[in-house]
């Protein structure tokens, strides 16, 4: 059992269809390992007990033969910003702590309707605010990988050897990245084989960068975002999170398409994509973007950025300089749009409808502000606040139309790229491996996801598919990830190029040590 939670979701899919193994197995080993872990608090909660009778029903489908769907008994977690019915769905915040959805969000149904069964949901940066997953209600996630609890596994090559790294005790402990660092944990440790996260500026792409994952960010508009709590709604997309390429297409393939709950999907029948049975690079024109090079790139990730290039071009690619002007515009121009989108989201959070309600109603002004000053941290309530300072009439033309200028340049630079005949962009995801959470929080954090993002919201602010793969491992033994971007809607492209570098780089994958953790 230990070797199939780190299986290929084709391969387990294959064992459930045959009756080699049973879903209720898989998710009877999956909570246990949860439990093994809870000290990395990847999860808020665990699916109740109904979860365990649709695994019971899914053995009987294959028992007699049923038709079944792409992901029969395949385990997937959920961050907990997307609603899930019957089940709470809190947001990281005490504002939603007891919120309890009365509908799944599209993209829920539809992996439930694939047979996929959900394991729970992970743990967050409260309302996706935040690069770490330090700043949760429920407090904050930890990396698996430089913890205690790697003793727990090995490489799947190899022996690991003894630990590098730190034990996770105090604040000597390695931050997941965030905001989907519940999701990436849960994906890493062997809990589930996939888990949705959300990416507004890099919330997928970042944990799965320090968590040595796949992390998907899809074209704007491809997945719904019906039932997603939102945090800016131009910018937020579904993102997803796997161990491997083929895993993240199976995932995109049983959740993307169009949604009538959601105007912004793109209205188009979507395509279910296949990647070739071999891969070639041979005349792939592969953009360096100059401005990524940053004084701040840590030089392990730098040479990492070249060791790919360099692959890439002895497979044929050709690897080309390319500007991308605006880039440094970019997070200044995210954060005002970011925190003009908040102030309007959180305003529905006010103590009447929905949520946490103060006890105070000397006044229904009293009660809106002891609300919302309880029920918000202070990560919620300073973005509120210069939100609400950007869209003041006075402020209106020279904050947010400024800022929508700005990020309307960002779009056409990368639109200038690609019609040169860029197919492709290679560049960091991250400026270094994941940081000791005692260094993380020195800075603020708005401070921290102006640097963290700098690299990742730009394919937000323009709406493009974006990929992180993970290389290799730094000197401490954590990973060391690099991004790739291409037009929209050439997701088919995008993972192709990734898979082919996932293969030529053979990043290490883990496997659990002991197979009686999971009895």
């Known amino acids: 059992m230990n070797k199939i939670l780190f299986s290929s979701i084709k391969e387990v899919s294959k064992k459930i269809n045959s009756g080699e193994i049973r879903s209720s197995e898989i998710l009877k080993a999956s909570r246990k390992l949860i439990d093994t872990i809870k000290p990395l608090n990847a999860y ?48 990281g915040s005490l504002m939603l702590a007891n919120f309890v959805p009365g509908y799944d969000a599209t993209v829920c149904s539809r992996l439930k309707k694939s047979g ?74 062997g809990t589930c084989y996939a888990a949705l996260g959300s990416d507004t500026g890099g919330s997928t792409r970042n944990p799965a960068s320090y ?26 997309v579904p993102g997803i999170i796997t161990r491997r390429v083929d895993d ?18 793109l209205k188009e029948d979507y395509s279910p994509i296949s990647l070739p049975d071999r891969i070639e690079v041979t005349g792939l024109r592969v953009g360096i973007p100059k401005e990524y090079r940053l004084s701040e790139l840590s030089n392990e990730v730098d040479v990492c950025w070249q060791n790919v290039a360099r692959i890439l071009e002895e497979g044929g690619a050709k690897i080309i300089p390319v500007s991308l002007p605006h880039t440094e515009l970019s997070i200044v121009c995210y954060s005002v749009l970011n925190q003009c989108e908040v102030a309007s989201n959180m305003a529905r959070y006010d103590g009447i409808e929905f949520g946490f309600r103060a ?39 020279n904050y947010f139309v400024k800022a929508m200028k700005v990020r309307r340049l960002i779009a056409q630079d990368f639109e200038a790229v690609w019609d040169a005949g860029i197919d492709i962009l290679l560049t960091p995801t991250t400026l270094s491996d994941a940081q000791l959470y005692r260094d993380f929080i020195k800075a603020d954090n708005q401070t921290q996801c102006s640097v963290q993002d700098y690299f990742t919201q730009p394919a937000n602010m323009a709406g493009l598919p974006a990929v992180n793969v993970p290389i290799s491992l730094s000197k401490k033994g954590l990973p060391l990830s690099l991004q790739l971007m291409s037009p929209i809607l050439q997701e088919r492209r995008l993972l192709s190029v990734a898979k082919w570098i996932e293969e030529s780089v053979h990043f290490p994958k883990l496997l659990l040590r002991d197979s009686n953790l999971l009895v």
């Open 44 to 91: 808020i909660s665990i699916t109740s007990k109904l979860v365990d009778q649709e695994s019971e029903e899914k053995d009987e489908k294959v028992e007699n033969k049923a038709t079944l769907g792409d992901l029969q008994g395949i385990t997937i977690a959920i961050k907990d910003n997307f609603c899930t019915e019957g089940h709470p769905t809190t947001c």
């Open 248 to 265: 993240a297409l199976l995932i995109l393939n049983a959740i993307a398409g169009p949604d009538s709950s959601d105007s912004t999907t």
């Open 211 to 236: 968590c040595g994952l796949i992390g998907l960010k899809p074209t704007y508009g491809l997945v719904s975002r019906n039932g997603l709590i939102p945090l800016v709604n131009s910018m937020d």
């Open 359 to 397: 006890d105070e109603t000397f006044s229904t002004e009293e009660l809106f502000a002891n609300t919302r000053g309880m029920g918000f941290n202070d990560v919620v309530r300073s973005r509120i606040l210069a939100g609400n300072y950007f869209l003041l009439s006075e402020n209106y033309e």
């Open 116 to 189: 996929a069964i959900l394991t729970g949901k992970t743990n967050l940066d409260q309302f996706a605010m935040g690069s770490g997953t330090v700043d949760s209600f429920f407090g904050p996630t930890k990396n698996l990988w430089g913890s205690e609890f790697m003793d727990y596994y090995c490489f799947e090559e190899r022996e690991m050897g003894k630990r590098k790294g730190s034990s996770s005790s105090g604040d000597n402990w390695y931050i997941a990245g965030g905001s989907s660092g519940g999701s990436a944990v849960a994906v890493a440790s």
